[in-house]
């Protein structure tokens, strides 16, 4: 069984879990949506890495966990 974000590709736009913005400063966060810039696969929780872009233009790679699935 797939999970959702072994779907995703760069180019779409999620969104991060609200999580996500309300523990990190004010550059660190992201928008909402974001843009996935590259998807890596890595050895964190999900198995999934997704590279983004902070609010500050920060590029940082970020667990499929940190982010809702998207609507169908």
């Known amino acids: ?42 050895g964190s929780q999900s198995g999934v890495c997704f590279e983004v872009k902070t609010k500050n233009g920060n590029r940082r790679q970020l667990d499929a966990a940190w982010f809702q699935e998207p609507s169908k």
């Open 1 to 42: 069984v797939s999970a959702w974000f072994d779907d995703v590709k760069v180019g779409d736009m999620l969104r991060p879990i609200p999580l996500w913005n309300h523990t990190e400063r004010a550059g660190r966060c992201l928008d909402s949506p974001t843009e996935v810039l590259k998807v890596i696969v890595c």
